[in-house]
C-alpha cells in the first residue's frame, strides 16, 4: 500500500458486456483499490426522489439487499447492523450516505484505502452520481458493437433485439463523448480492445488518472482467488479472473451475418468510425436488403410482443427492485 489516497469512489461503467467486469477485476486487484460488485443502486433502487426520513432508509437498504451483486458481498448481521447505526447518526441522510456506508463497509473487509463499484449501466445517470458524489471519478469501458451484441445473444438476462442493442451502444457512446467534456478531470474513458492489446500501458493511464501507482498485481492471473460474483448465477463473468486474452476483438468477422453487421453498423453511425472501429465497404445486393428488412420486421414484432407481455405482467409497474431476468 502507498501512502497517499488514491482518487475515490471510482465508478466504472460501460455498456454490458463491454469489458467492465475485466476493467473493474484488474483494478481490483491493486492493493490500495477495492471494487464492489454491482449494486445497481442508481438503475434499480433510487426512485429519482430525497430520501425523506428513516422509513425511506430502510426502503433503500431493502432494494439492495435485494441485488444479487450486494449479496455477493456477504456482509454479516453486524456488519448491516453497523451501516444501519452509522446512518441514524446523521440527521438527513441521503442516497450519497447509504450507498457510500455499503460500499466503505464492504470495503473495511480488505486493507485498501480506496474503493468503488461497478453496475455498467449505471452510466445513464453519470449527471446524477456525480451531483451526489462530489469527489466521484468514473471510468468508461467502449467495445465494438457488433462484438457486444454477439456476446449480448447469450446472455440469459438479455431480453432486447438486436436493432435495440444497437442503437443502446449508439446511445451510450454519445453519453460518453458528452461527459468526457462535461466532466473532465472526472471522467475517463478506453477502449476494451486496447486493454486486452495493451493492459500494462492502459492500466498505466487509468492510474495516473486516478493517482495511484501501477501495480503488477493487476496484471496477474487471478483463476485460484476468489470473485466478487457467484460463477453458477453468472458463468459469464470467469473469464474475468483469467489471464488477459488479447484476441477476444473482431468475432463479429466469423460469427455475425452479414445482414446483422451491416444492421449494427448502420445504426451505430460514424461513432463507430470515431471510435476506431473498421467498416467493411457494403455491396447493397437484393437479398442482403431482404434480410436486413426481415430482421427489422421480427424485432419490431418481438419488440411488441415484449411490450404488451409486460403491462399485462405488471412488470411496467414493479415496486420492487428484483432483478426480473433471475425470475423469468
Keep these: ?18 469489458g467492465t467486469t475485466l476493467l473493474s477485476s484488474l483494478l481490483g ?43 455477493d458481498m456477504a456482509l454479516s448481521d ?23 456506508m455499503l460500499l466503505h463497509t464492504y470495503a473495511a473487509q480488505t486493507d485498501a484505502s480506496a474503493w468503488g463499484e461497478k453496475t455498467p449501466d449505471h452510466l445513464r445517470l453519470v449527471p446524477e452520481m456525480a451531483r451526489q458524489f462530489p469527489e466521484a471519478v468514473f471510468v468508461a469501458i467502449i467495445r465494438d458493437p457488433r462484438d457486444v451484441c454477439l456476446s449480448l445473444r447469450s446472455m440469459p438476462w438479455s431480453r432486447s433485439t438486436l436493432p435495440e442493442q444497437a442503437w443502446t451502444w449508439r446511445t451510450y457512446a454519445a453519453l460518453v463523448d458528452r461527459y468526457r467534456t462535461d466532466y473532465d478531470g472526472r471522467f475517463f474513458d478506453l477502449r ?11 492500466l498505466r493511464d487509468v492510474c495516473a488518472f486516478l493517482e495511484m501507482p501501477f501495480h503488477e498485481s493487476m496484471l496477474r492471473s487471478r483463476e ?59 455491396e447493397w445486393r437484393p437479398p442482403l436488403v431482404g434480410q436486413i428488412l426481415r430482421r427489422l420486421g421480427t424485432a419490431a414484432l418481438r419488440w411488441g410482443r415484449r411490450t404488451v407481455h409486460n403491462l399485462r405482467s405488471g412488470h411496467a409497474f414493479r415496486d420492487d427492485a428484483a432483478p426480473q431476468w433471475m425470475e423469468d
Design 78 to 100: 453486524e456488519e448491516w447492523a453497523t451501516i444501519r447505526e452509522r446512518l441514524r447518526t446523521l440527521e438527513a441522510p441521503t442516497h450519497a450516505d447509504i450507498l457510500g
Design 1 to 18: 500500500m502507498t501512502d497517499s489516497v488514491p482518487r475515490h469512489p471510482v465508478f466504472v461503467v460501460g455498456m454490458p458486456r463491454s
Design 224 to 282: 485460484q482467488e476468489a470473485q466478487p460474483f457467484d460463477a453458477e448465477r453468472e458463468p459469464w463473468k470467469q473469464n474475468s479472473g483469467r489471464r488477459i486474452d488479447a484476441s477476444n476483438r473482431e468475432k463479429w468477422r466469423t460469427q455475425m451475418p452479414e445482414a446483422e453487421r451491416v444492421l449494427v453498423e448502420w445504426i451505430a453511425g460514424r461513432r463507430l468510425s470515431a471510435y476506431g472501429y473498421a467498416r467493411p465497404p457494403v
Design 29 to 71: 486487484a491493486h492493493p490500495d483499490l477495492v471494487i464492489a460488485p454491482e449494486t445497481h443502486y442508481f438503475t434499480r433502487c433510487w426512485t429519482g426522489e430525497a430520501i425523506r426520513g428513516w422509513a425511506d432508509v430502510e426502503r433503500m437498504l431493502d432494494r439492495l439487499d435485494q441485488q444479487p451483486g450486494v449479496r
Design 192 to 202: 476494451y480492445e486496447d486493454l486486452i492489446g495493451d493492459p500494462k500501458s492502459v
